[in-house]
């Protein structure tokens, strides 16, 4: 694979808290491992296997974010999957599991450095 066509992209997942004046709060997930993170996340394959990324997982902020990494073989299969990615995010169906927040993405130069990155908007507690 060549390091030219890799990225990275940031997942957390929230759930729901109520207080005893019925209020809600978010909290973030803690995972136990990185198949633990994969299970919750519930990822579509096509956005896992779309175009044959390479794909790594790692743990990261106290195990509370999962960062997935892809690589890909070509300009136009990272541009492909992209599409098919964006067309799922269009309509809802990236992962199978409404309380993931998908917060951050890094487009990584050819020595790995960050080329370009963009935070999503947060949740409404941060």
């Known amino acids: 694979m060549a390091v030219e066509y890799k990225h990275n992209e940031y997942f957390r997942r929230r759930f729901t808290v109520t207080e005893e004046d019925s209020s809600l709060r978010y909290e973030l997930d803690t995972f136990t491992n990185v198949e633990d993170a994969k299970t919750k996340m519930g990822f579509h394959n096509t956005y896992l296997t779309s175009n044959s990324p390479t794909v790594t997982y790692a743990l990261a902020d106290s195990d509370k974010t999962l960062k997935v990494t892809f690589e890909f ?24 599991n409404g309380d993931i927040e998908w917060f951050k993405i890094e487009w990584l130069n050819a020595d790995g450095s960050v080329a370009n990155a963009h935070d999503f908007d947060p949740w409404p507690d941060e």
């Open 73 to 96: 073989a070509s300009g136009d299969d990272q541009d492909a999957w992209k599409t098919a990615v964006t067309n799922m995010s269009d309509s809802s169906t990236a992962w199978y």
